[in-house]
């Protein structure tokens, strides 16, 4: 009897569940409603602040402040980048903080502080946006928004007094608002001389700290007291307007502009070593001065004659009196092959009197080796008259290294000669028929010059810079600049064009030493140029 109600109830609880289940969807089916509506679709200004949070509770600046631009390209690279970085900040980690343990671990009688592990994990830093100042100073001034949640691995093993204690650094965070100042921008790569980094607000981080495997950050009060005084110390180093300040270049010798003209008279060479089969040298004068990018100046050759007398003079630009070095090179030429060296010597500029000319007999070695045995071979004499010819003061302020500026010239034109500097900056909204890919060309008493070729650029930016001496000043010259175009196909129709160009009057240049504008280009659209020009008077 027990089992066949057991039967039967197993029975009808299968045969109810069914019944149930049919008739259910049946009902479902037939007695759907058919005034459904449509969900609202409402746009994000329409929602309040509050339903905006729900859907999306981390808004990036960009979206919430139209100061900041997006940088999703630098989060690309840095997640592409992470990997290799996370191994070059870690290297540089170790070897920094090696010299400052080892002082520490002899100071408190510790055995040793090492890294077992050191990783920054997976997780690359998220610039959240970035705001970009321009200022009428020579600086750049940005200010990113920095999060990282980072999956580090950090282990540190102290032994101390026969005892060893492991330190794990685990689940780093930090939110910060930096502002990096790259200055003062120079024309010599990276094109600026320092970077200034300061905090515009205390920093949040926050992280995870482990001792024999137990976080000490859960016991109570530890945390909060841990998270004040990092940002408290923090603060008191780079919280705006303090900064941290990382040389890049010296800015000294980045913005050094020429301080004086050299005047070179190659006399004569005597007793010159033969170094044609037929007993006699073809010699000529090569003159260098040491820092500089200009090419190397050269005397006409003497053919067969072995006491040459050239009488030649040449003007060279100094930049810098302390360290610059004249260097001057006698070779043998040859039609064919290779021109033979057959001496050399030099003279540093800081031995040179101002304004007093010097002639001196210098004796030919190979090189300047003091080790070299071979300078003690008989290799002839060279004589020359150098002179230096400084710029005057009232050219220059006083903190003309720190501000690049020049002051006014005093009433009148000047004199005596100089150095005309011409820089090339950038120019604007050039555009051409067939192809765009623009170089400057600087044309002036017949001497061109040009800048480098930029590929597929509307916005050329060039900072190149020109050199041109001359005996009096330019007062009624022009200085002629134009932007050309070169395709980069070859067997093109057009293989050159030009993009406008513009007849600069020097006159105001002299008289005011220097001027720094944008010049709009003839025969262009909108095309503009801008070129720096400095006129510097030797006395």
């Known amino acids: 009897m027990g089992f066949l109600s057991t039967l039967l109830s197993l029975c009808g609880f299968g045969v109810g569940v069914s019944s149930g289940l049919v008739v259910g969807y049946f009902l479902f089916i037939y007695f759907q409603p058919t ?67 080892a002082e520490q671990t002899a100071k408190y009688n510790i055995e040793s502080v090492e890294f077992e592990t050191l990783t920054l994990g997976s997780l690359p830093p998220t610039l959240q946006g970035m705001k970009v100042y321009l200022t009428d100073e020579k600086e750049l001034i940005m200010e990113p928004s920095i999060k990282w949640a980072a999956n580090p691995n950090i282990t540190v093993v102290v032994k101390a007094y026969g005892l060893k204690a492991t330190v794990q650094v685990v689940d780093f965070q930090v939110f910060a608002a930096p502002r990096i100042t790259l200055k003062p921008l120079v024309p010599s790569f990276p094109c600026f001389a320092k970077i200034f980094v300061s905090l515009m607000e205390k920093p949040h981080v926050d992280f995870g700290l482990k ?63 033969k170094k044609d089969l037929l007993g006699a040298s073809d010699p000529y004068v090569k003159l260098k001065l040491t820092e500089s990018k200009l090419p190397s100046k050269k005397t006409t050759v003497k053919h067969k004659n072995l006491n040459p007398e050239w009488n030649q003079e040449f003007t060279m630009v100094i930049k810098d009196l302390e360290s610059q070095v004249l260097e001057l090179s006698v070779y043998d030429w040859e039609q064919i092959g290779k021109h033979d060296k057959m001496g050399m010597n030099v003279v540093p ?23 070299d045995v071979s300078n003690d071979k008989e290799r002839g004499q060279i004589m020359v008259e150098l002179t230096y010819k400084p710029f005057k003061e009232d050219d220059l302020p006083k903190d003309f290294q720190e501000s690049g500026t020049v002051q006014k010239a005093p009433e009148g034109t000047p004199p005596g000669g100089g150095v005309l500097v011409v820089i090339v900056h950038e120019a604007q909204d050039v555009e051409g028929k067939h192809h765009t890919n623009p170089y400057a060309r600087i044309i002036f008493r017949g001497e061109e010059r040009k800048t480098k070729h930029i590929k597929k650029n509307r916005d050329p930016r060039w900072e190149e810079e020109f050199l041109f001496m001359l005996d009096e000043p330019p007062v009624n010259d022009r200085l002629h600049a134009e932007v050309l175009s070169t395709s980069s196909r070859i067997g093109l129709l057009h293989p050159k064009e030009s993009l406008g160009y513009v007849d600069i009057s020097l006159s105001d240049v002299v008289s005011n030493k220097r001027i720094n504008e944008k010049f709009h280009l003839i025969d262009s659209k909108n095309g503009r140029i801008q070129i720096e020009l400095e006129w510097r008077e030797a006395s």
């Open 35 to 101: 005034d459904v509506k449509d969900p609202v679709i409402r746009p994000l200004v329409e929602h309040d602040s509050e339903s905006l949070q729900k859907l999306l509770p981390e808004i990036p600046l960009w979206v919430k402040n139209p100061d900041y631009d997006r940088v999703d390209w630098l989060n690309k690279f840095l997640e592409y980048m992470w990997p290799y970085l996370d191994k070059a900040i870690c290297k540089t980690a170790k070897n920094t903080a090696k010299p400052i343990i």
């Open 211 to 273: 001792l024999l495997g137990a976080d000490l950050m859960s016991i109570p009060g530890l945390y909060r007291f841990v998270q004040d005084i990092i940002k408290d110390q923090v603060a008191s180093m780079y919280l705006w307007p303090k900064t941290h300040e990382v040389q890049i270049l010296d800015p000294t010798k980045a913005m050094q502009r020429p301080v004086g003209i050299l005047h070179v008279k190659v006399l004569r060479a005597v007793k010159l070593r």
């Open 349 to 371: 500029m800081k031995e040179l009197t101002p304004d007093e000319p010097k002639v001196l007999t210098l004796t030919l070695l190979k090189s300047m080796d003091p080790n």
